[in-house]
């Protein structure tokens, strides 16, 4: 694994060199085992002002380029990534943890959004409006500048691709910050930039204090545009520190979804469908359904579809290809726990699982079992937080309108879902479900072609589709007078 690891740059690339940070290196550890993975360098306000100086010194190169150019750049990383899936997999398994499968899908959706971007940074067309005569009114599309751009450790791979795709497709420069828990991922994809030719400057990436380097970020007026994914309470802080430099800014924040199964709904459909998506990367993921509302007529039907196939699910070391891999680390088995007990305490009952894994072979790793609680009502933590873990909290329902209040009860405002085959219920549900996303009989919503983001605590701006380039974009209007003076 080491040897893997060493083929993963472990320092800083600013201005087209790796250099080592000032801070002293900080080890990455494997969640599965606790294995130190690698010492990864660190810095602090010193780098990134260079980082931002190399972005600010390639931002008037990168945006005068041709869009095709910059495509065909982009579409050669999207082939580079593509041909090195396998080991990008198997970096991002051992850092977060996530089973084989996953690792290898989330790399090869960086590949589409590459070649998705490429293709539309070269659509990105601006609009001559009706004018008076001898004047000509027009509206130009350009690059915001320098961007800055922090990620969370749950997808480690496809949050920094769905952000650096349509950017650089867009002309902007870049700061990347990872998270701490998983940088390996992110120095892996900026090495490919680098190899695939990538000049220096256009994409920088700084690692240390979260804190030290997103003020020094947020304070810099050369930084035009913050685009940040993870939790609500970072993201709102960022906003603040935004405020001062009056920086574009996108947040892709936390979720909290709900999972409405009506009467007539397709039951083992709904039931397969909500397992797959449940426990994708261990529930650790922003869209994860994480109120599963069942209508009283069917929740009988239904619970015991999910208990009869709960118990087929496998967990362990991601690079066995489970089902389920290993949580992030202590704090997050911590977070299940206490959500837990408080429902436990406040009447909810554990039909299946309940507690983390200790003995061998996951005594030195960070498991939980796959979890069923029924019986979750509004006074529960779980209720109104997110659980980032394998845990389906089942809630009763009769009513349509109650059910949509009860989904809507809810600061968050990312993904939900709903199964039902009656047309009414679809359009109606569709439609007032509050939340940025909406699934209907489909839990896969996510995907390059599409806009993704959240309403209300879950944030604002969109990734993918073209909305995903807007972003970057600063819309300019030209007014040309040509009756000119003889
Ligand atoms: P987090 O603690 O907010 O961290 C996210 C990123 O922000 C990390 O790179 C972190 O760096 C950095 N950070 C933390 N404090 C900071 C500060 N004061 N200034 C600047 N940067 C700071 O979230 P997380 O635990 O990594 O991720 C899980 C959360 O992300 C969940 O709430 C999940 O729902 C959300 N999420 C949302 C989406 C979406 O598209 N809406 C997608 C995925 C995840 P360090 O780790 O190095 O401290």
Redesign the pocket.
């Known amino acids: 694994m080491i040897q893997k690891m060493s083929q993963v740059p472990t320092q800083l690339f600013i201005d087209g060199k790796w250099v080592d940070g000032g801070q002293e290196a900080v080890p990455v550890k494997n969640p599965a085992n606790g294995e130190t993975l690698a010492e990864v360098s660190q810095g602090a306000e010193e780098e990134t002002q260079q980082a931002i100086a190399a972005a600010k010194r390639a931002f008037p190169l990168w945006s005068k380029k041709a869009p095709s150019e910059r495509a065909q750049l982009m579409n050669k990383i999207a082939d580079m990534i593509e041909e090195e899936a396998d080991r990008l997999a198997t970096i991002m398994t051992l850092e977060q943890g996530k089973p084989l499968k996953e690792s290898r899908a989330e790399v090869l959706t960086d590949v589409e959004n590459f070649r998705w971007n490429a293709a539309e940074g070269q659509r990105i067309y601006g609009e001559i409006v009706p004018a008076p005569y001898d004047h000509h009114w027009l509206v130009r599309k350009q690059a915001v500048g320098v961007v800055a751009a922090?990620?969370?450790?749950?997808?480690p791979s496809n949050?920094i691709a769905r952000k650096i795709a349509p950017a650089l497709a867009a002309g902007c420069t870049l700061v990347m910050?990872?998270?701490?828990?998983t940088p390996l991922s992110a120095l892996a994809l900026v090495d490919i930039f680098d190899r695939a030719g990538m000049p220096e400057g256009v994409v920088n990436i700084v690692l240390g204090s979260?804190?030290v380097?997103?003020?020094v970020l947020t304070d810099s007026d050369d930084v035009r545009k913050l685009t940040?994914?993870?939790?609500?309470?970072?993201?709102q802080?960022?906003y603040e520190q935004c405020a001062a430099t009056l920086k574009h800014i996108s947040l892709?924040?936390?979720?909290h979804a709900p999972f409405i199964v009506f009467e007539d709904a397709d039951i083992p459909s709904a039931a397969e469908n909500l397992l797959a998506a449940k426990f994708r990367n261990n529930g650790q993921?922003?869209?994860a359904p994480n109120r599963i509302f069942l209508h009283k007529t069917i929740k009988e039907e239904f619970t015991q579809v999910l208990l009869d196939k709960i118990s087929s699910i496998t967990v362990g070391n991601g690079l066995d290809d489970p089902d389920i891999g290993p949580v992030i680390n202590e704090d997050g088995l911590k977070k299940i726990e206490e959500q837990l007990e408080d429902a436990s305490n406040k009447g909810a009952r554990v039909l299946y699982g309940g507690s983390r894994l200790t003995k061998r072979p996951y005594a030195d790793g960070t498991f939980f079992e796959p979890t069923i609680l029924d019986g979750v009502t509004n006074d529960m933590q779980i209720y109104y937080e997110?659980t980032?873990g394998p845990v389906i909290p089942l809630i009763e329902f009769t009513d349509v309108d109650e059910v949509i209040a009860a989904a809507n009860d809810t600061e968050f405002g990312?993904a939900s879902y709903f199964f039902s085959q009656d047309l009414q219920t679809i359009s109606k549900v569709a439609r007032e479900l509050d939340y940025g996303m909406v699934g209907v009989n489909e839990m896969a919503i996510s995907n390059p072609a599409v806009p993704?983001?959240?309403v209300k605590h879950?944030?604002f701006g969109r990734?993918n589709g073209k909305y995903g380039v807007e972003e970057y974009i600063d819309v300019k209007f030209i007014d040309i007078n040509t009756q000119l003076e003889k």
């Open positions: 922090i990620t969370p450790w749950n997808f949050m910050k990872p998270s701490k828990e979260s804190k380097i997103g003020k940040f994914t993870g939790s609500t309470k970072t993201g802080l960022l892709e924040l936390g979720g993921v922003c869209t997110e980032f990312l993704f983001g959240g879950s944030g990734e």
